[in-house]
Structures are given as structure tokens and as C-alpha cells.
């Protein structure tokens, strides 16, 4: 059973950084993709950065060069280092993991979000 827990978010002035961790219990990187999205207050989840088990990643444009998502095998995680943060990143961040191989392809598992906010 894939279970996402997602931890590390917090309160940064503009300008910090915090890393972001999901906990990817269940999974074997290699059937699955790994994102990480975010949704802020009145707006729709949005997903700012892709992972495969090869590591290739894919950003949206507004976070590309300030965020980098990695995968630890050792810790079965995903990491989302967040860099130069701005207010605008002031969001609810989520862990998804969405099947890509085998038998129940293209399933979408969700973590319950970590909340993150920028202000000074």
C-alpha cells in the first residue's frame, strides 16, 4: 500500500530556504513518477516539479533555477529544496505519486501537504 507523508514546511522570510521531504512509503521508483505540486489559497493545484527514477526533472517555469527535486533511495524520498523563496510561494505543497509501470498503471496517490509561507 503506497502511503505519501510529507514533512519539512514552515514559516521563511523572502529570500530563505526550506526542504521539503516526502516520505514514499510503498513505492518502488522505478513504477512510478514523482512530483511535487502546490495550491494556494483560491487558486488550483499546480505542479512545479517531475522526477523519474532516472532523475531526469522538469520544473514549472516558476520555480525553475530556485527549486530541485531529488530522489533518496537510501531514505525512500523525494526532496524538494526550495531556494530564494518569495512570497509567492506562499502555498499548501503536495507529494504525488502517480504509476507509470505494471499492473494498475496510471493510479495517483496524493500526501496530505505541508503548508509553507513566506513573510517578513
Known amino acids: 500500500q503506497v502511503h505519501l507523508v510529507e514533512s519539512g514546511g514552515g514559516s521563511v522570510q523572502p529570500g530563505g530556504s526550506l526542504r521539503l521531504s516526502c516520505a514514499a512509503s510503498g513505492v518502488i521508483f522505478s513504477l512510478y513518477v514523482m512530483a511535487w505540486y502546490r495550491q494556494a489559497p483560491g487558486k488550483e493545484r499546480e505542479r512545479i516539479a517531475l522526477i523519474n527514477d532516472g532523475g531526469a526533472a522538469i520544473y514549472a517555469n516558476s520555480v525553475k533555477g530556485r527549486f530541485t527535486i531529488s530522489i533518496d533511495n537510501a531514505r525512500n524520498t523525494v526532496d524538494l529544496q526550495m531556494n530564494s523563496l518569495k512570497f509567492d510561494d506562499k502555498a499548501a505543497y503536495y507529494c504525488?505519486?502517480?504509476?507509470?509501470?505494471?499492473?494498475?498503471?496510471?493510479?495517483?496517490?496524493w500526501g496530505q501537504g505541508t503548508q509553507v509561507t513566506v513573510s517578513s
Open positions: 504525488n505519486a502517480r504509476k507509470i509501470r505494471g499492473v494498475n498503471k496510471d493510479l495517483n496517490y
